[in-house]
């Protein structure tokens, strides 16, 4: 049984990261592995409650009291396999997940230090693969079904895994030039090296995943032949349209990008350099310039950290709302609901200045056609009827330099494609794909999972549609016994009601 006295022996404690001054020289994650005795210690703490209400915070059910223990005594092969048992891909979700499971942890009742299930996850999956104990799965006789998967994010390539595992012959289809969705070509390295995608793929593609990049479904493929050529298709295409604001004056202006301009031409350029391709600058650089990003989530976040990385001369980040408290409010968010607190990225220690409560005014025009400054102003943002409402104080506007802007202010929903019109299905309000319980869009055998399904959402929400998506398959093309399904089409967050 678990050590009844760990939480009171120990402490929270998470490695140190590396050296700002050497970190911000190379594109390498920004976190060491933990030592030995740091994980075990941590994985300690665990209380292995009578209701583990972690599970609860996490969409995919993680059994994170089991594991914790195993790895407490030194079992890390039975730990993994009880960490595969409900995630596919713990080495993305320990990088990427914001864990709510650990807003939800027991020990952060009142204030208290919550266990650091994230680190010891991706300690768990990173030992894993030192140890030689992830190797593809012998899958069963083949079923003679064939399901395509639009799309290589974390929720196709989640649903392709179960799928395969079931005897289903799978196809994943990525218009990009390689798989991994967001994951590839969204997320920073120093944040998620690729290595740990192209292991993965490797896995997949040795289970029987035939992965066809470059393919833009709807373009390149139509949907009729995609019908015609399988049992049943998922469509799990992300939510990647933008937000902007078109409104704003001189939004038109050379030098204001959407952020996934940015991030995606760094990640390509990085990906480059690492088959040894000669460097060229990427088409939106930061080098040298004064940056403005727009937005106070992970993606302005991620261009915070490759602004530094490539050299910005300034970086400002600019957040609509207020600054928020640095623990939980529990008349606002109560224990075990994820709580509004301001959080900090290693992005944020390695330079540049958040600034709160304001509000973009113009981008102004330094006479050629191209930015040269924000005029922004304080503002109080109240929410009436469902609406937001915005107030600017007086005498408040002010000017910040910048030639460099990010519009980081979120994503409307999966991009308008010509897919969509051929499978005869449309957005939401939302700007989503609607599914009934069992899945499936309106038409016939094509199912939707993951950000395309919920809009942008966390990597663990997707894994687990992902993962459920394919239990709903699996049951369409008459699948013997039942595949896992983590989560409802209806299921959300935990919140107060």
């Given at each position: 049984?678990?050590?009844?006295?760990?939480?009171?022996?120990?402490?929270?404690?998470?490695?140190?990261?590396?050296?700002?001054?050497?970190?911000?020289?190379?594109?390498?994650?920004?976190?060491?592995?933990?030592?030995?005795?740091?994980?075990?210690?941590?994985?300690?703490?665990?209380?292995?409650?009578?209701?583990?209400?972690?599970?609860?915070?996490?969409?995919?059910?993680?059994?994170?009291?089991?594991?914790?223990?195993?790895?407490?005594?030194?079992?890390?092969?039975?730990?993994?396999?009880?960490?595969?048992?409900?995630?596919?891909?713990?080495?993305?979700?320990?990088?990427?997940?914001?864990?709510?499971?650990?807003?939800?942890?027991?020990?952060?009742?009142?204030?208290?230090?919550?266990?650091?299930?994230?680190?010891?996850?991706?300690?768990?999956?990173?030992?894993?693969?030192?140890?030689?104990?992830?190797?593809?799965?012998?899958?069963?006789?083949?079923?003679?079904?064939?399901?395509?998967?639009?799309?290589?994010?974390?929720?196709?390539?989640?649903?392709?895994?179960?799928?395969?595992?079931?005897?289903?012959?799978?196809?994943?289809?990525?218009?990009?030039?390689?798989?991994?969705?967001?994951?590839?070509?969204?997320?920073?390295?120093?944040?998620?090296?690729?290595?740990?995608?192209?292991?993965?793929?490797?896995?997949?593609?040795?289970?029987?995943?035939?992965?066809?990049?470059?393919v833009n479904v709807g373009v390149d493929v139509t949907a009729e032949r995609l019908r015609a050529e399988?049992?049943?298709?998922?469509?799990?295409?992300?939510?990647?349209?933008?937000?902007?604001?078109?409104?704003?004056?001189?939004?038109?202006?050379?030098?204001?990008?959407?952020?996934?301009?940015?991030?995606?031409?760094?990640?390509?350029?990085?990906?480059?350099?690492?088959?040894?391709?000669?460097?060229?600058?990427?088409?939106?650089?930061?080098?040298?310039?004064?940056?403005?990003?727009?937005?106070?989530?992970?993606?302005?976040?991620?261009?915070?950290?490759?602004?530094?990385?490539?050299?910005?001369?300034?970086?400002?980040?600019?957040?609509?709302?207020?600054?928020?408290?640095?623990?939980?409010?529990?008349?606002?968010?109560?224990?075990?609901?994820?709580?509004?607190?301001?959080?900090?990225?290693?992005?944020?220690?390695?330079?540049?200045?958040?600034?709160?409560?304001?509000?973009?005014?113009?981008?102004?025009?330094?006479?050629?056609?191209?930015?040269?400054?924000?005029?922004?102003?304080?503002?109080?943002?109240?929410?009436?009827?469902?609406?937001?409402?915005?107030?600017?104080?007086?005498?408040?506007?002010?000017?910040?330099?910048?030639?460099?802007?990010?519009?980081?202010?979120?994503?409307?929903?999966?991009?308008?494609?010509?897919?969509?019109?051929?499978?005869?299905?449309?957005?939401?309000?939302?700007?989503?794909?609607?599914?009934?319980?069992?899945?499936?869009?309106?038409?016939?055998?094509?199912?939707?999972?993951?950000?395309?399904?919920?809009?942008?959402?966390?990597?663990?929400?997707?894994?687990?549609?992902?993962?459920?998506?394919?239990?709903?398959?699996?049951?369409?093309?008459?699948?013997?016994?039942?595949?896992?399904?983590?989560?409802?089409?209806?299921?959300?967050?935990?919140?107060?009601?």
């Open positions: 049984m678990p050590d009844p006295n760990g939480f009171l022996r120990y402490g929270r404690r998470l490695p140190a990261r590396r050296p700002v001054p050497v970190r911000i020289s190379d594109w390498r994650e920004v976190y060491p592995p933990a030592g030995e005795e740091l994980i075990r210690e941590q994985a300690t703490r665990c209380m292995d409650c009578g209701i583990p209400f972690c599970h609860d915070g996490c969409p995919l059910g993680n059994r994170i009291p089991d594991w914790n223990d195993l790895v407490r005594t030194g079992n890390w092969a039975a730990a993994i396999t009880s960490l595969h048992a409900t995630n596919n891909f713990p080495e993305f979700t320990g990088r990427l997940c914001p864990a709510p499971c650990e807003a939800a942890c027991v020990l952060g009742i009142g204030g208290g230090e919550p266990v650091t299930i994230k680190q010891v996850e991706v300690e768990i999956i990173d030992r894993a693969f030192d140890l030689d104990l992830v190797a593809p799965q012998a899958v069963p006789a083949p079923s003679g079904r064939h399901v395509a998967v639009v799309g290589s994010g974390p929720a196709g390539l989640a649903a392709a895994q179960q799928l395969v595992r079931a005897g289903h012959a799978v196809t994943v289809y990525e218009r990009d030039d390689a798989v991994g969705g967001l994951l590839r070509y969204g997320i920073p390295d120093f944040k998620l090296e690729k290595r740990h995608i192209d292991r993965r793929v490797e896995q997949l593609a040795a289970e029987g995943v035939r992965f066809r990049t470059g399988h049992d049943a298709v998922l469509l799990a295409a992300g939510a990647l349209a933008g937000r902007d604001t078109p409104e704003t004056p001189g939004r038109q202006l050379r030098g204001v990008h959407q952020a996934m301009e940015h991030l995606v031409a760094a990640n390509r350029a990085v990906a480059a350099a690492e088959r040894g391709a000669t460097a060229e600058p990427p088409p939106i650089d930061a080098a040298g310039r004064h940056v403005v990003i727009i937005g106070g989530g992970d993606t302005a976040a991620d261009c915070l950290g490759v602004a530094h990385r490539q050299g910005a001369a300034s970086v400002h980040q600019l957040d609509l709302y207020p600054e928020p408290p640095s623990a939980r409010d529990e008349a606002r968010d109560p224990w075990p609901t994820w709580p509004w607190i301001l959080r900090s990225y290693p992005a944020h220690e390695e330079g540049g200045e958040r600034v709160f409560a304001v509000a973009v005014r113009e981008f102004v025009d330094d006479g050629t056609g191209a930015v040269r400054a924000v005029r922004v102003a304080e503002v109080t943002v109240e929410k009436r009827d469902g609406r937001r409402i915005l107030t600017v104080l007086p005498g408040s506007e002010r000017e910040l330099p910048a030639d460099l802007v990010l519009l980081a202010i979120g994503f409307e929903g999966t991009e308008e494609q010509p897919l969509l019109a051929q499978f005869g299905v449309a957005r939401n309000p939302r700007g989503a794909l609607d599914a009934g319980p069992d899945w499936q869009t309106s038409a016939e055998g094509v199912f939707v999972a993951g950000d395309m399904h919920r809009g942008a959402s966390l990597i663990v929400w997707a894994i687990a549609e992902g993962r459920a998506a394919a239990a709903a398959i699996h049951s369409y093309l008459g699948g013997s016994g039942r595949l896992p399904a983590p989560v409802s089409s209806s299921a959300q967050p935990l919140s107060v009601r």
